[in-house]
């Protein structure tokens, strides 16, 4: 009677996930094995959209710069993140706390594509940070290698997503024993060592979910790249759309799809994997 209840209780969350999840990831993955004329989509089994995705340079090129630029992303917001949920969650008034996370979701409260638009704008060459730069006499000529090009496309997504790092962090540190901080330092841990073996790795749950939320998504980001990366900035997911929307090859963007889900599962089955045989040295 009990299991009939429960399978009742997940029945609607389990038929919303097929629906909404696997059933378009199927659909995906058989069209990586298909193939299309103009409209007409053949449904024999190939692999030559495979082949295609291996042998063509340019898709190895774009998919080696994606992981990087996700790569690079989450790196920065992460070490940028920690200090600020660290100081809210270790120095902040707890009647302040409220305010502060208050303040770092105050991104969300704009459109996405209008934060893209505001950093085309700060880092153009006669934007506001070369104008800045110029006016106080720090450059004598504006800087061409902040936009239009990876690193353009790194600092426009390390802000867009630092409010999905900072709260999971901040969380972490949140469910931490304070105690066992006192603990530490009466055993003779100076501040230095009980962060790095008490508070980092019992913070690290916080960290690995901060490091998937932007990493996941960001290697399938393709606005971004369009509007401030230029030709040496746009991703794999610039050449799917582009498949999809402009060649009328979906075969052919869902085989991108498909190999860069792949490499995202194995980079984030790697990292835990890591993750763990490190907390287990602590």
Not at 116 to 129: H, Q, S, T
Not at 240 to 250: G, R, S, V, W, Y
Request: one cysteine or more; aromatic letters at 12%.
């Amino acid at each position: 009677m009990d299991a009939k209840r429960g399978l009742l209780l997940v029945s609607p969350t389990a038929a919303y996930v097929i629906l909404l999840l696997a059933a378009p990831l199927m659909t995906i993955l058989a069209f990586s094995f298909w193939t299309q004329d103009f409209l007409a989509i053949d449904t024999t089994f190939t692999l030559d959209n495979y082949r295609e995705a291996f042998a063509d340079p340019i898709y190895r090129t774009l998919m080696a710069r994606s992981l990087w630029i996700s790569g690079a992303v989450t790196l920065v917001t992460v070490i940028l993140a920690f200090p600020i949920a660290y100081f809210v969650s270790f120095h902040v008034p707890p009647e302040r706390k409220a305010l502060w996370i208050f303040l770092i979701t105050i991104p969300f409260w704009t459109s996405y594509l209008l934060r893209v638009f505001l950093w085309k704008v700060i880092l153009g060459f006669n934007g506001v940070l070369n104008s800045g730069l110029q006016s106080i006499g720090l450059i004598d000529e504006p800087l061409t290698f902040i936009l239009y090009n990876s690193n353009a496309v790194v600092i426009t997504l390390a802000h867009a997503f630092a409010p999905f790092t900072i709260l999971p962090i901040y969380v972490a540190l949140e469910k931490i024993d304070r105690s066992l901080l006192e603990a530490s330092q009466d055993l003779g841990e100076s501040k230095f060592s009980t962060f790095f073996r008490v508070t980092l790795p019992l913070a690290m749950p916080g960290v690995i979910a901060a490091t998937l939320i932007v990493f996941i998504p960001t290697i399938g980001d393709y606005v971004t790249p369009r509007l401030v990366g230029g030709p040496n900035g746009l991703m794999i997911a610039n050449m799917i759309q582009t498949q999809f929307l402009k060649l009328n090859n979906a075969p052919l963007g869902a085989t991108l799809s498909v190999l860069a889900m792949c490499c995202v599962t194995a980079i984030s089955l790697i990292f835990l994997f890591l993750n763990r045989r490190y907390l287990r040295t602590q």
